[in-house]
């Protein structure tokens, strides 16, 4: 039905128009359209490329393109070259055997970790080097091919996967370790390195990541540069703006910018790798990182806390902070819900009495009874002033990754409790949980749940919210809501996933417009024919 009704549509059109023209504009225009792999003859219309007739499903799998809300509103295709055999014929000849255009491989490059994204790119690239990206940036630059960089897919806003017909450069096979100084704990390695490989590597050395992430067994070390990703051990070792000390970046001209230093303190000049860090490849695409590592703690301990309000919650903080000090290296929290949500469909067991919300406490140091002898004293300070009410410590490395997965397996939780809405926001302490609350009175029946969780050490919230299925009513009922709600108290609609495809275009509920606008000005110096990323982190224009 949906072919024979495109058909007729294009007949009426032939009067308005030659139809190669005509659909051409209909490619760059209709969101409803992502290119087609053929034409049939009878139109006489040529090949035009990319496969994708996604009338049935669109790009973000559902069935209507159209959002009436303006800020999730698929982009008009900009006017990119297309992938031709001459194309095809100098990516292989450049990396024979890692220029892959099998359409199984591609189906899991095309569509995001959330699956709520999905690209129809024909054409995807591995390359080992940076010389090697360095001369396939330089060549789509010439020739205005979209590129698509992606690391380990593991991002939640869209910015990992192609919009449309965008070539994919994945990083993944980029992945050695190039050196590590032992003395001064500096790691530097390829853009592809796996997270979780490069915390083995290290711990075997008698060191350790300064970031922590759920996906760490996925994803790697550029994309969470490229993105700032901010993960479990923010409160004790900082951002990555803070922790790395160099990138080596190459630009879409094929310009290759070597800012690998090693050292901790340079004073010369701007500091132009905070550029690129949090860009999410819309500026450069990371080839290799120098990254500042901490000595591996001699003793870690996890503390798993049970508090009856917000406001306990807050105050066990506030004393944790005071009592734990140097050794405190992570807070969490999770709500009563998303403890439901664990029990219900990963049959988590809750270690300890019901409550309404759960804390996660970690403490990192060098002596095993000094760090002991503080987190009791703390604990009998918070259970004997009733702001926690029930509890349990563990100190062996099994029952420590057990608490853990408690609070980092709420995310595989409510992929089993429907269709998730996610937000990742940082506000004031004190508002956090309040937008959680507001969000539930607000929506009401509308919402199968709304849960909160994340990182109380950095004021960050993860909210999310889950339905039976995909339903456009509740996403236009949650934003722009939700992003109003979070400038009403000076926040940010981004904590620490990034922007990418999804938030692109509510960036001015967080930044002023002298800001946005200045960064599509450094936007159009380091990219002027966007072929970067396309479509992401910056907002629409008009």
């Given at each position: 039905?949906?072919?024979?009704?495109?058909?007729?549509?294009?007949?009426?059109?032939?009067?308005?128009?030659?139809?190669?023209?005509l659909?051409?504009?209909?490619?760059?225009?209709?969101?409803?359209?992502?290119?087609?792999?053929?034409?049939?003859?009878?139109?006489?219309?040529?090949?035009?490329?990319?496969?994708?007739?996604?009338?049935?499903?669109?790009?973000?799998?559902?069935?209507?393109?159209?959002?009436?809300?303006?800020?999730?509103?698929?982009?008009?295709?900009?006017?990119?070259?297309?992938?031709?055999?001459?194309?095809l014929?100098?990516?292989?000849n450049?990396?024979?055997?890692?220029?892959?255009?099998?359409?199984?491989?591609?189906?899991?490059?095309?569509?995001?970790?959330?699956?709520?994204?999905?690209?129809?790119?024909?054409l995807?690239?591995?390359?080992?080097?940076?010389?090697?990206?360095?001369k396939?940036?330089?060549?789509?630059?010439?020739?205005?091919?979209?590129v698509?960089?992606?690391?380990?897919?593991?991002?939640?806003?869209?910015?990992?996967?192609?919009?449309?017909?965008?070539?994919?450069?994945?990083?993944?096979l980029?992945?050695?370790?190039?050196?590590?100084?032992?003395?001064?704990?500096?790691?530097?390695?390829?853009?592809?390195?796996?997270?979780?490989?490069?915390?083995?590597?290290?711990?075997?050395?008698d060191?350790?990541?300064?970031?922590?992430?759920?996906?760490?067994g996925?994803?790697?070390?550029?994309?969470?540069?490229?993105?700032?990703?901010?993960?479990?051990?923010?409160?004790?070792y900082?951002?990555?703006?803070?922790?790395?000390?160099?990138?080596?970046?190459?630009?879409a001209?094929?310009?290759?910018l070597?800012?690998?230093?090693?050292?901790?303190?340079?004073?010369?000049?701007?500091?132009?790798?905070?550029?690129f860090?949090?860009?999410?490849?819309?500026?450069?695409?990371?080839?290799?990182?120098?990254i500042?590592?901490?000595?591996?703690?001699r003793?870690?301990?996890?503390?798993?806390?049970?508090?009856s309000?917000?406001?306990?919650?807050?105050?066990?903080?506030q004393?944790?902070?005071?009592?734990?000090?140097?050794?405190?290296?992570?807070f969490?929290?999770?709500?009563?819900?998303?403890?439901?949500?664990?029990?219900?469909?990963?049959?988590?067991?809750?270690?300890?009495a019901?409550?309404?919300?759960y804390?996660?406490?970690?403490?990192?140091?060098?002596?095993?009874?000094?760090?002991?002898?503080k987190?009791?004293?703390?604990?009998?300070a918070?259970?004997?002033?009733?702001?926690?009410?029930?509890?349990?410590?563990?100190?062996?490395?099994?029952?420590?990754?057990?608490?853990?997965?408690?609070?980092?397996?709420?995310t595989?939780?409510?992929?089993?409790?429907?269709?998730?809405?996610?937000?990742?926001?940082?506000?004031?302490?004190?508002?956090?949980?309040?937008?959680?609350?507001?969000?539930?009175?607000?929506?009401?029946?509308?919402?199968?749940?709304?849960?909160?969780?994340?990182?109380?050490?950095?004021?960050?919230?993860?909210?999310?919210?889950?339905?039976?299925?995909?339903?456009?009513?509740?996403q236009?009922a949650?934003?722009?809501?939700?992003?109003?709600w979070?400038?009403?108290?000076?926040?940010?609609?981004?904590?620490?996933?990034?922007?990418g495809?999804?938030?692109?275009?509510?960036?001015?509920?967080?930044?002023?417009?002298?800001?946005?606008?200045?960064?599509?000005d450094?936007?159009?110096?380091?990219?002027?024919?966007?072929?970067?990323?396309?479509?992401?982190?910056?907002?629409?224009q008009g």
């Open positions: 039905m949906l072919w024979t009704d495109l058909m007729m549509g294009l007949n009426r059109l032939r009067g308005l128009g030659p139809p190669a023209t659909w051409r504009l209909c490619l760059q225009c209709s969101p409803a359209v992502a290119m087609l792999d053929r034409v049939p003859s009878a139109l006489g219309v040529p090949p035009l490329g990319l496969v994708a007739l996604r009338l049935s499903r669109g790009i973000h799998g559902r069935g209507d393109q159209t959002n009436h809300a303006a800020g999730n509103r698929v982009p008009c295709r900009f006017p990119f070259s297309r992938v031709s055999k001459q194309d014929a100098f990516f292989e450049l990396l024979p055997g890692r220029t892959i255009v099998d359409p199984d491989v591609l189906m899991t490059h095309n569509v995001d970790w959330m699956k709520s994204v999905r690209g129809s790119s024909e995807l690239l591995r390359p080992q080097t940076t010389e090697e990206v360095s396939i940036l330089k060549y789509c630059c010439e020739r205005r091919l979209a698509n960089p992606q690391g380990g897919n593991t991002g939640l806003v869209g910015g990992s996967v192609p919009v449309y017909d965008e070539i994919i450069l994945s990083t993944s980029m992945n050695q370790i190039l050196s590590f100084d032992q003395v001064s704990g500096i790691i530097t390695c390829q853009a592809g390195c796996v997270l979780e490989n490069l915390s083995n590597y290290l711990e075997e050395r060191f350790i990541m300064p970031l922590d992430l759920g996906a760490k996925s994803c790697q070390i550029g994309g969470n540069v490229a993105t700032n990703a901010g993960g479990l051990r923010l409160l004790r900082g951002s990555l703006r803070g922790t790395v000390l160099g990138l080596e970046v190459v630009l001209s094929g310009k290759i070597n800012f690998l230093t090693a050292l901790r303190k340079d004073n010369t000049g701007y500091d132009l790798k905070q550029l860090i949090g860009s999410e490849g819309t500026l450069g695409i990371i080839t290799a990182v120098s500042l590592c901490p000595r591996r703690p003793a870690v301990n996890v503390a798993f806390l049970g508090c309000s917000y406001k306990k919650l807050l105050e066990t903080f004393c944790c902070r005071g009592m734990l000090g140097e050794i405190l290296s992570a969490e929290f999770l709500d009563s819900a998303c403890m439901k949500l664990l029990e219900k469909h990963l049959k988590l067991i809750n270690p300890i019901e409550n309404s919300f804390i996660v406490i970690e403490t990192a140091g060098s002596n095993a009874d000094h760090d002991k002898e987190l009791h004293n703390f604990l009998e918070v259970m004997a002033s009733f702001l926690v009410t029930d509890g349990t410590v563990a100190t062996e490395d099994a029952k420590i990754k057990a608490l853990w997965s408690i609070r980092e397996r709420v595989e939780a409510l992929t089993h409790d429907g269709y998730t809405y996610k937000y990742d926001i940082s506000l004031p302490l004190e508002k956090i949980y309040q937008l959680v609350e507001d969000m539930r009175e607000y929506l009401g029946d509308k919402a199968k749940n709304v849960v909160g969780y994340g990182h109380v050490g950095d004021g960050n919230l993860h909210l999310n919210i889950t339905s039976h299925s995909k339903d456009q009513a509740l236009e949650i934003e722009p809501y939700v992003y109003e979070t400038a009403r108290y000076r926040g940010s609609i981004s904590a620490e996933h990034g922007l495809l999804k938030k692109r275009n509510y960036i001015h509920f967080s930044k002023h417009p002298e800001a946005v606008a200045l960064m599509k450094i936007k159009h110096m380091l990219d002027p024919h966007r072929i970067l990323n396309p479509y992401k982190t910056l907002p629409d």
